[in-house]
């Protein structure tokens, strides 16, 4: 069974779509015991980080998050949320990932929307993948590079596009509106 934790965030259904394409057949859910008992799980989230860490501590989510056991995706907010803070409100994370989320430089346009390349990309979730493969993002914070990061975009300056520690990784990116390089880094996740 795959489960996409409900918290009440953005871009769910075209989450649920990405995988009904791939055969998947999602569960969406806040159910502790049901989260806990899923083969995989997406953590996805589009909007504000103190909103979901706010809706994520309601539920008791912000606890079982962290205590699963079977590979975790997480996708753009979800990314966010698995770090230690995110300087959007100030807000504490889940600390999965010990990674700060910082708020772009007012250098350049923000936020960064469209198309980039993913350089660096190492592990499961992108085998079979071209290097440099483009893939499309729409955030305003980014996680600083760390030793869990798994792949690398620059936009302004190199970023964490991907993280990997444990049973758990997490994108920045949304893999469910990048075509097929998202079809196979979505698929690479189903298969581990």
């Given at each position: 069974?795959i489960?996409?934790?409900?918290?009440?965030?953005?871009?769910?259904?075209?989450?649920?779509?990405?995988l009904?394409?791939?055969?998947?057949?999602?569960v969406l859910?806040?159910?502790?015991?049901?989260?806990?008992?899923?083969?995989?799980?997406?953590?996805?989230?589009?909007?504000?980080?103190?909103?979901?860490?706010?809706?994520?501590?309601?539920?008791g989510l912000?606890?079982?998050?962290?205590?699963?056991?079977?590979?975790?995706?997480g996708?753009?907010?979800?990314?966010?949320?698995?770090?230690l803070?995110s300087?959007?409100?100030?807000?504490?994370?889940?600390?999965?990932?010990?990674?700060?989320?910082?708020?772009?430089?007012?250098?350049?346009?923000?936020p960064?929307?469209?198309?980039?390349?993913?350089?660096?990309a190492?592990?499961?979730?992108?085998?079979?993948l071209?290097e440099?493969?483009?893939?499309?993002?729409?955030?305003?914070?980014y996680?600083?590079?760390?030793?869990?990061?798994?792949?690398?975009?620059?936009?302004l300056?190199?970023f964490?596009?991907?993280l990997?520690?444990?049973?758990?990784?997490?994108?920045?990116?949304?893999?469910?509106?990048?075509?097929?390089?998202?079809?196979?880094?979505?698929?690479?996740?189903?298969e581990?």
């Amino acid at each position: 069974m795959i489960a996409i934790i409900d918290y009440g965030a953005g871009n769910i259904r075209s989450v649920k779509n990405a995988l009904r394409r791939l055969g998947a057949e999602p569960v969406l859910t806040a159910d502790e015991a049901i989260l806990r008992a899923a083969d995989k799980v997406i953590f996805p989230g589009v909007g504000e980080a103190a909103t979901a860490m706010h809706a994520l501590r309601g539920t008791g989510l912000d606890r079982v998050i962290p205590e699963l056991r079977q590979p975790v995706l997480g996708v753009c907010l979800g990314l966010q949320m698995l770090c230690l803070r995110s300087e959007e409100a100030e807000t504490e994370g889940l600390g999965v990932f010990p990674v700060e989320v910082r708020r772009f430089p007012a250098t350049g346009k923000i936020p960064h929307m469209g198309w980039n390349a993913l350089r660096s990309a190492e592990g499961p979730l992108f085998a079979d993948l071209p290097e440099q493969a483009d893939v499309y993002f729409v955030h305003s914070y980014y996680a600083e590079t760390a030793p869990a990061t798994a792949a690398v975009t620059d936009y302004l300056l190199p970023f964490s596009a991907a993280l990997c520690r444990d049973n758990f990784y997490a994108v920045q990116f949304h893999p469910e509106k990048s075509g097929k390089v998202g079809a196979r880094i979505i698929q690479n996740f189903l298969e581990l």
